[in-house]
Nanobody, 126 residues
Framework: QVQLVESGGGLVQAGDSLTLSCVASKGAQGADSRYMGWFRQAPGKEREFVANIKLRDGEEFYAESVKGRFTITRDSTKNTVYLQMHSLKPEDTAIYYC?????????????????WGQGTQVTVSS
């Protein structure tokens, strides 16, 4: 059973930084997942893509809304993917979800990700 567990969320002020972590059971970053991504869902809105990373070579892809402020990285030795968030804005407030994708093709489509964590809340006050 693949499990993804997010952590690192919290309440911060606008302009602050925060780093989220997603720890995967061995299967998620081994034979199964080729891509790991972060999505977020703000109150009253649909879940949206934030960033993803190809586990083999670290190739990254970002949503325009976070490009230049967020950085996604991975540590294969720890089966962990990180989302470093800088210059946070109130509109970044959301539940952030970690997701895993089996295919090696890059996509931002939520439905293309097979594995999901329970989410971690990020709240940015103005």
């Amino acid at each position: 059973q693949v499990q993804l567990v997010e952590s690192g969320g919290g309440l911060v002020q606008a302009g602050d930084s925060l780093t989220l972590s997603c720890v995967a059971s061995k299967g998620a970053q081994g034979a199964d997942s080729r891509y790991m991504g972060w999505f977020r869902q703000a109150p009253g809105k649909e879940r949206e893509f934030v960033a993803n990373i190809k586990l083999r070579d670290g190739e990254e892809f970002y949503a325009e809304s976070v490009k230049g402020r967020f950085t996604i990285t991975r540590d294969s030795t720890k089966n962990t993917v990180y989302l470093q968030m800088h210059s946070l804005k109130p509109e970044d407030t959301a539940i952030y979800y970690c997701a895993g994708r089996i295919s090696a093709t890059q996509t931002t489509r939520e439905s293309a990700y097979s594995y999901w964590g329970q989410g971690t809340q990020v709240t940015v006050s103005s």
